[in-house]
């Protein structure tokens, strides 16, 4: 089992930045794939960033050059760092851990950019 825990999401204005953190705890060695997803009210949930063990990286279109994922394994951490913020990446952050064959999801937490 894993637990994924997030923190640092809630409200900024247009133009700001957050930090997201995500820990992991438990089986973690079993995870390879970290992620971010979000979700905003009435719409599917949707990718934000991914990061493998070995530090690849991928990014949905919208958050590109905007947003920077990172991980520290010894901490079994994942970061998402989020500038230049818009109204529209309003939404739910979900932490995601993926071991190759099953999702781990945090609670998520809340991020609203006001304009």
């Known amino acids: 089992q894993v637990q994924l825990v997030e923190s640092g999401g809630g409200l900024v204005q247009a133009g700001g930045s957050l930090i997201l953190s995500c820990a992991a705890s438990?089986?973690?060695?079993?995870?390879?794939?970290m992620g971010w997803y979000r979700q905003a009210p009435g719409k599917k949930r949707e990718l934000v960033a991914t990061?493998?063990?070995?530090?690849?990286?991928n990014y949905a279109d919208s958050v590109k050059g905007r947003f920077t994922i990172s991980r520290d394994n010894a901490k079994n951490t994942v970061y998402l760092q989020m500038n230049s913020l818009k109204p529209e990446d309003t939404a739910v952050y979900y932490c995601n851990g993926f071991t190759g064959f099953y999702d781990y999801w945090g609670q998520g937490t809340q991020v609203t950019v006001s304009s």
């Open positions: 438990g089986s973690t060695g079993s995870i390879n794939v």
């Open positions: 990061i493998t063990t070995g530090g690849s990286t």
